[in-house]
């Protein structure tokens, strides 16, 4: 079996791409959140309230020996907070209601109104971060619930007042906790993700066609050589406008998305193709085909990566691995878009016209190689 070199070549592979694929699951094994940030906003501004702040913002860390560790951020009004959420700066927050310190201590008369709290949740920053946050803040709520209701009969029997069986039943519950979800995926939870796999493969099988076709070019002269490339990076273009809309034709018709904008989705897919083909082209121009395995090797170890929150991330793959992903600036400005209703000018499109003059330099340097066969034949 082992005498046919095909054999051996094909065990190797089968390894290699076996440990590759372990390996690239690493940044999603163990993971926990840290230095979450949350938010709280105390609208009554009592004594009560600002040591129930205290108490809830001295809570760090939750979970087992791999907590989640928690960031939190006081906020002087609930249109800050607004802002603040709109910009993606926070992943959830409680609110403490006006009056919440007048309505603990009516509670124990009859038809007493419950203090108030709210948890406000920003979902698309992070579908399962969402979650946990949810989960999180409802226990710290319920834990300020239960010290409220010992708190309330502790005085009541200190100053001997017997209370009521229908102020017991409130005690039970002393606080009315109400959940509210921003900027919500609601049904179309991968809107923003749909996009990543198709642009980057048509961008990745475009570019080595376009190698492929160019090979009959190499004995050319400079001046050839030069119009020869402006020529594909027109075709580039013209490629990158055809894959944007087509991408988000697809997602809507196909996936039953909807979107906002859907202009501002189609050039935001096109510029993300138009950028990814530009570096991958140059690339390739350079190293030739040893570049199709790097980028296709690049989208199996970053698809790992980018669905997971940057606090979940070590600080070797955050400082040292996420800057560097191409992918993520289409993933983040994408989520902007459909999530946050961001118009098409954002951080992560001038990022994406960095990546395109990245490309496009490599692409208009590559008439400057050296041409190995050419030099062979001139001797």
Do not use: C
């Not at 006081?74 to 959420?85: F, P, V």
């Not at 229908?166 to 906790?177: F, S, Y």
């Not at 979107?259 to 990814?276: D, E, H, K, N, R």
Request: proline letters at 4%.
């Amino acid at each position: 079996m082992f005498k046919n070199k095909f054999h051996i070549l094909s065990l190797v592979v089968a390894l290699i791409m076996g440990i590759l694929l372990i390996i690239a699951q690493i940044p999603s094994t163990k993971v926990a959140p840290k230095n979450l940030p949350l938010a709280i906003v105390d609208t009554d501004n009592t004594v009560v309230t600002k040591n129930i702040v205290k108490q809830l913002t001295s809570v760090t860390s939750t979970g087992g020996k791999n907590a989640t560790t928690i960031k939190w951020s006081k906020i002087n009004s609930e249109k800050d907070l607004r802002n603040d959420m709109d910009h993606q700066k926070y992943y959830g927050a409680l609110i403490i209601d006006k009056s919440f310190s007048k309505d603990i201590t009516n509670l124990p008369m009859p038809n007493a109104k419950k203090p108030e709290m709210r948890i406000i949740i920003n979902q698309a920053k992070n579908a399962t971060v969402a979650t946990s946050v949810q989960n999180v803040l409802s226990t710290m709520t319920n834990k300020v619930g239960q010290n409220i209701s010992n708190q309330v009969i502790t005085k009541s029997q200190m100053m001997n007042v017997n209370i009521s069986p229908e102020t017991e039943k409130t005690l039970l519950n002393p606080i009315n906790v109400t959940t509210k979800t921003v900027h919500s995926t609601k049904d179309r939870p991968t809107a923003s993700s749909s996009f990543f796999q198709p642009i980057w493969m048509v961008a990745l099988l475009g570019t080595v066609m376009m190698l492929l076709a160019q090979k009959g070019f190499e004995d050319r002269n400079k001046g050839a050589k030069l119009s020869s490339k402006l020529i594909e990076i027109g075709v580039i273009i013209v490629i990158a406008l055809v894959s944007g809309f087509i991408s988000t034709i697809g997602a809507q018709e196909i996936l039953g998305y909807s979107y906002s904008s859907f202009v501002t989705v189609v050039f935001f897919a096109s510029l993300a193709s138009l950028a990814f083909q530009l570096l991958m082209f140059g690339v390739e121009l350079w190293i030739g085909m040893a570049g199709i395995p790097v980028f296709a090797l690049l989208m199996l170890f970053s698809m790992p990566i980018v669905n997971l929150a940057p606090e979940m991330l070590t600080s070797f793959y955050s400082n040292w691995v996420m800057p560097w992903l191409p992918m993520r600036f289409l993933l983040d400005g994408m989520k902007s878009i459909v999530y946050y209703d961001y118009s098409f000018w954002n951080g992560n499109t001038q990022s994406l016209l960095w990546v395109v003059l990245i490309g496009i330099t490599l692409v208009i340097s590559s008439v400057f190689k050296s041409n190995k066969k050419a030099q062979v034949k001139a001797n």
